[in-house]
């Protein structure tokens, strides 16, 4: 009788068990198709909030891996695996993920807050890390910077978020600033007066700011104007290049010096030095020894 009672005990449990497993298999399988679902539904609904398409893609695939882990825990249990060490394994595995991940995870944290606060986008000029160029793209990991001279660099999204960012266009204006040298006996008021002609020629220049020229220094050899203005973004090297030709032909019509640096020396004419008698060459010596 007490045989038949084990036996009968064995069964209901191996039949529970069997029951639990077909309940988290179904588990398992409905809930990854919903949490498949529900990622996907999320990123629609970015996507129609118009957020980046890598920042979408990130959480798309973060809302599924943690979904999916919060399944595979409940499925578990219910198959009658205790959770709390499940738990505690994947929690300690986390965090030694974490410490082994260190840098990459800096790097990915900051590449979702460049998305999301966008601070530059593709086709600016900044410097950013330490690097000056444009930006050829945004991921997660790191930025892609092209340098002037063609050249590539992929900075860490970490260093760039650790420093300073300097977008040179995202306001869609810069300002250049150069400094010309007048001669001292020129007249400044011509001067200034000729480059202000300068500046309401070019199209280039804004006006508004408008363009200004200055009195910087008395240096040593030449009066010191500085010229400030401004101009689109695309605008800007080649308008002050051709600003700094156009300045140097209408003051050599004009008649306006540029001078390079000046030294003057002053010679006092005085009582020329006694040099000393040369001595015997009887009794000299050479660098050789020989009298």
């Given at each position: 009788m007490h045989d038949l009672l084990t036996r009968l005990h064995f069964s209901e449990t191996a039949v529970t068990t069997l029951i639990n497993l077909c309940i988290a298999l179904v588990?398992?399988?409905?809930?990854?198709?919903?949490?498949?679902r529900t990622a996907n539904l999320a990123r629609r609904a970015m996507h129609r909030a118009n957020v980046d398409e890598t920042l979408s893609g990130f959480l798309r695939n973060l809302i599924n891996g943690v979904l999916i882990a919060l399944l595979v825990v409940m499925a578990l249990q219910q198959a009658g695996v205790p959770s709390a060490p499940l738990v505690a394994a994947l929690g300690a595995g986390g965090l030694a993920i974490g410490l082994a991940l260190q840098g990459s995870l800096s790097n990915l944290a900051w590449g979702v807050l460049l998305i999301v606060f966008r601070p530059f986008r593709v086709g600016d000029y900044v410097l950013a890390g330490g690097t000056e160029g444009t930006v050829e793209s945004v991921s997660l990991?790191?930025?892609?910077?092209?340098?002037p001279d063609n050249r590539e660099a992929?900075?860490?999204n970490a260093k760039i978020g650790s420093d300073a960012i300097v977008n040179f266009n995202r306001r869609g204006t810069r300002r250049f600033e150069l400094r010309v040298g007048i001669g001292y006996q020129d007249d400044i008021g011509r001067a200034m007066e000729v480059i202000r002609q300068l500046?309401?020629?070019d199209a280039r220049i804004l006006r508004d700011p408008a363009p200004g020229v200055w009195t910087e220094?008395?240096?040593?050899?030449?009066?010191?104007?500085?010229?400030?203005?401004?101009?689109?973004?695309?605008?800007g090297w080649a308008a002050q290049t051709d600003l700094l030709r156009a300045v140097k032909e209408r003051f050599g019509a004009e008649g306006i010096s540029i001078p390079y640096p000046q030294r003057e020396v002053t010679w006092t004419q005085g009582q020329a030095p006694v040099r000393p008698a040369a001595p015997d060459r009887a009794g000299t010596v050479g660098p050789d020894g020989i009298r």
């Open positions: 588990m398992l399988l409905v809930g990854l198709w919903l949490a498949a990991m790191h930025t892609l910077l092209v340098l992929v900075v860490p500046f309401a020629a220094s008395l240096g040593d050899s030449a009066v010191v104007l500085v010229l400030r203005a401004y101009t689109r973004s695309a605008d």
